[in-house]
């Protein structure tokens, strides 16, 4: 399985952006099968957990201050498909940000170690 973060890009703080993961190569295995995370790497900064939606549909996000409220995670199980949709965009939501898989349920995924498939990543920046 693959997975490929689409839309990151340049904003204007205030406008709203949705990435896109789009997975691939599932074999014998299938879309549905899999959990979902997303996370965002800002400079001088480790990695950090922002979202995570289980196979069933269960989302989970991020409680630091800076992002709450502002995130929404989905997956469209036909387009093969999981999104993340930032709104209000602040400067210092720039940043790389990547999506990651496993296969399972993914109830409490939350930890960079709860995901074992990752894409590249898609950059983020936010002006002023």
């Known amino acids: 399985v693959q997975v490929e973060e689409v839309g990151g890009g340049s904003v204007q703080a205030g406008e709203s952006l949705r990435l896109a993961c789009v997975a691939s190569?599932?074999?014998?295995?299938?879309?549905?099968?899999?959990?979902f995370g997303w996370f965002r790497q800002s400079s001088g900064k480790g990695r950090e957990f922002l979202a995570s939606?289980?196979?069933?549909?269960?989302?989970?996000?991020a409680d630091f201050v800076s992002v709450k409220g502002r995130l929404t995670i989905s997956k469209d199980n036909l387009e093969k498909t999981a999104y993340l949709e930032i709104d209000s965009l602040k400067p210092e939501d720039t940043g790389m940000y990547y999506c990651?898989?496993?296969?399972?349920?993914?109830?409490?995924?939350?930890?960079?170690?709860?995901?074992?498939?990752w894409g590249r990543g898609t950059q983020v920046t936010v002006s002023s």
């Open positions: 190569g599932f074999g014998y295995t299938s879309f549905s099968d899999y959990y």
């Open positions: 990651a898989t496993s296969i399972g349920r993914g109830t409490n995924a939350f930890s960079s170690s709860d995901f074992a498939l």
């Open positions: 939606i289980t196979k069933d549909g269960s989302t989970r996000y």
